[in-house]
């Protein structure tokens, strides 16, 4: 600083007294011969515009003087953590992190990386980052991977460059996504007595696109063929939702093997997506065949044919035959689920579907005919294996 007197000519000698906003600076200094007082300034840590004075008596001189960042010698997480999406998309605030010197000053054009570390997403752009003027360097954009789970995704920030804190790590949660599907997990193909419900009760796995289970979603089930199931509207917990299911005959067309084919129909609602059980109805001996037949007593007159038949007439319709057991005795017949060496042979006619079971000649006044119905239950059975249960 130049001291001078009133006429403007240098004042040697003269004690300046120094001050500083920031840093350090020598206290006091003497002018000398010139009218020269030098004092040695030290800026503060903090970047930016920093002020010292000098003064003599009243006389006061203000000196400027801006502090710029160092070097990059720390990294560190800004914003952007420990978010939540859902799967296959974008989390919501983009990851940043700070570049700094050794003080805490942002660093610009310090170059920082951004990478997939876990989770099987994807980061925009997967080139260097230069930091700002504040030091931040933020990713374009952060996709989350397609499975779901608790901070299953993770995203790596560094330089490169070994600075303090590298590198930084932010997670995010990926949550299942609506759900778009339903599979059959366990209770297909099952049989039943009809009017029952199947040992297993029908149940249904629902997820999103991605395969990950949805809990909360609510699952309708619909029985044709006039069945019943225990719930028609299930909400899935951990993806699972399921229902008891009643199969009956109904309306349903005999199989060949003996049985009526019945479908159990689970659908996400909202969503359409949909998934079908197969079960089937069978009828049983107890409670439907033996009350039939304990009232059909058929006489033997004519033994040539072996007992009862169906009309000779549309042999050429029946093209499968079971031979069941059937008992003899005192001249009249009656079926029974287990054989015997002196039981004789019932040929049950199975495929015709549009007579009675016996033929008027030969249910004389000591029998019964059945009727149609009765002798579909009887040929049904019959195509089951004439189990005794």
């Known amino acids: ?81 420990d978010q939540s999406a859902t799967v296959n998309t974008t989390v919501l605030t983009v990851p940043t992190v700070r570049v700094t010197d050794q003080y805490g000053n942002a660093v610009s054009t310090a170059a920082v990386t951004f990478s997939v570390t876990a989770g099987g997403g994807s980061v925009s752009p997967t080139g260097a980052i230069g930091t700002d003027s504040s030091g931040d360097a933020s990713v374009t954009s952060w996709t989350l991977g397609t499975a779901a789970g608790t901070n299953n995704n993770t995203l790596s920030a560094t330089t490169g460059t070994g ?56 699952v309708n089930f619909s029985p044709d063929n006039g069945g019943a199931v225990g719930n028609t509207s ?49 009828y049983s001996y107890p409670t439907h065949v033996d009350p039939i037949w304990s009232g059909c007593l058929g006489c033997h007159g004519d033994g040539g044919l072996g007992g009862l038949t169906l009309s000779g007439d549309d042999i050429q319709n029946w093209t ?10 005192a001249g009249f017949v009656r079926i029974s689920p287990v054989g015997g060496s002196s039981a004789e042979n019932l040929s049950l006619l199975l495929r015709n579907a549009g007579f009675g079971f016996t033929e008027p000649a030969l249910c004389n006044a000591h029998g019964v005919k059945m009727d149609t119905p009765d002798t579909d239950i009887v040929r049904a059975w019959v195509r089951n294996g004439a189990p005794s249960n």
């Open 234 to 282: 299930v909400v899935t917990v951990g993806g699972s939702a399921s229902t008891s299911w009643t199969v009956i005959v109904g309306s349903a067309l005999l199989e060949n093997d003996g049985t009526f084919p019945n479908v159990l129909t689970a659908t996400v609602s909202g969503s359409g997506a949909f998934t079908t059980f197969e079960g089937t109805a069978r």
């Open 1 to 81: 600083m130049l001291v001078e007197d009133a006429n403007g000519n240098p004042a040697p000698g003269v004690i300046v007294s120094w001050g500083a906003t920031g840093g350090s600076i020598t206290n006091s200094s003497q002018s000398d011969p010139s009218g020269i007082a030098v004092a040695t300034r030290v800026l503060g840590t903090i970047a930016g515009a920093q002020a010292a004075t000098a003064s003599v008596g009243g006389l006061v001189e203000t000196f400027t003087a801006t502090a710029v960042a160092g070097a990059a010698t720390q990294i560190a997480l800004q914003d952007g953590n």
């Open 320 to 329: 499968v035959l079971r031979n069941v057991s059937a008992q003899s005795c």
């Open 163 to 218: 600075l303090t804190g590298e590198p930084v790590v932010f997670t995010a949660t990926a949550t299942t996504g609506a759900p778009t599907q339903i599979s059959v997990a366990s209770g297909n193909n099952q049989t039943a007595v009809t009017g029952s419900m199947v040992n297993n009760q029908p149940t249904v796995t629902v997820t999103d696109a991605f395969g990950n289970v949805v809990t909360g979603a609510t």
